[in-house]
């Protein structure tokens, strides 16, 4: 696999797994854009790692929520780079709790971040993706999207809505030479795991069959896998890394 000359963009690229697939896509001398909406000095570290391993790195601020932002990110990439091969909308949060006592700006926010987020910057990255007739978007989804999680309704509800999204604007844009698949991870070490104490952590653990929480790079593998031409004859499909869990 080569990403040499191949532009891609990682939303909420600055930590987590974003980075971990920023960094994939380095390492195969892609030019990696990121994307992040607040830590600068992650985006700012991301960008350090990227270019230590032999890619070209640039990191734009923004919140993928919003429609005029996805515009811009998309019109500046345009602009500098001339294109985009490949999409990963990765930016996400969750929000844990009993549902009865979310508000309706916690649905806002989840649903806006996680579903309409991707739902914005494909769109925007598709328009040029069928001037070319090529391109793949990958979204990162959940495993709770598919069997639901307790205490995390909003959060499973925009995760299944983006494997919907997922297989419909797949099956749409396939005769125009453009792929779309999703990725659901099971647990990934990350900070938004960072809430649990080490006796949750433990119990979780023997949840999963290879007893270990996933890894950045176990989604990042799987990510430029997807991306490469290895993958050309697949599209619309999700596609779970989670030792097991489900
Ligand atoms: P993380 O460590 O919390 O990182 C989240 C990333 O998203 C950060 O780069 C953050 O930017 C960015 N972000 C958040 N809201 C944004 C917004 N409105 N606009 C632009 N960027 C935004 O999370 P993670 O664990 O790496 O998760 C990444 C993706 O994987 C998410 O979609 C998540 O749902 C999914 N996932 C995670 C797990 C897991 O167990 N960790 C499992 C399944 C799926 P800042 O740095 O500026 O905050």
């Not at 969750?94 to 579903?115: P, R, Y």
């Not at 991870?185 to 649990?196: A, E, F, L, R, Y």
Request: aromatic share 6%; charged share 20%.
């Amino acid at each position: 696999m080569d990403f040499g000359g191949k532009v891609v963009l990682i939303t909420g690229g600055s930590r987590g797994i974003g980075r971990s697939i920023a960094e994939e896509f380095a390492r195969l001398e892609g030019t990696v854009i990121i994307n992040y909406n607040s830590n600068e000095k992650a985006a700012e570290e991301t960008i350090r790692r990227i270019e230590s391993l032999g890619g070209y790195g640039l990191s734009i601020k923004g919140d993928v929520s919003s429609y005029s932002f996805a515009q811009n990110m998309v019109e500046t990439i345009i602009n500098k780079f001339g294109k985009i091969d490949v999409l990963v909308n990765n930016a996400g949060i969750a929000k844990i709790g009993i549902f009865i006592d979310m508000v309706e700006e916690d649905f806002d926010k989840v649903l806006n971040t996680n579903l309409k987020g991707t739902i914005n910057i494909s769109h925007c990255a598709a328009k040029h993706m069928l001037n070319r007739k090529t391109g793949s978007i990958i979204n990162i989804s959940s495993m709770w999207g598919q069997v639901g999680a307790s205490c995390e309704v909003l959060y499973s509800a925009s995760k299944g809505g983006i494997n919907a999204f997922t297989k419909a604007l797949g099956k749409e844009l396939a005769p125009s030479g453009i792929r779309v698949n999703a990725i659901q991870p099971g647990v990934i070490d990350t900070d938004m795991n960072s809430w649990m104490s080490k006796e949750e952590r433990e119990s979780l653990e023997m949840e999963i069959p290879m007893m270990r929480f996933g890894t950045g790079e176990d989604v990042g593998k799987l990510t430029v896998f997807l991306a490469s031409d290895s993958a050309k004859y697949i599209t619309a499909q999700v596609i779970t890394v989670d030792g097991g869990f489900i």
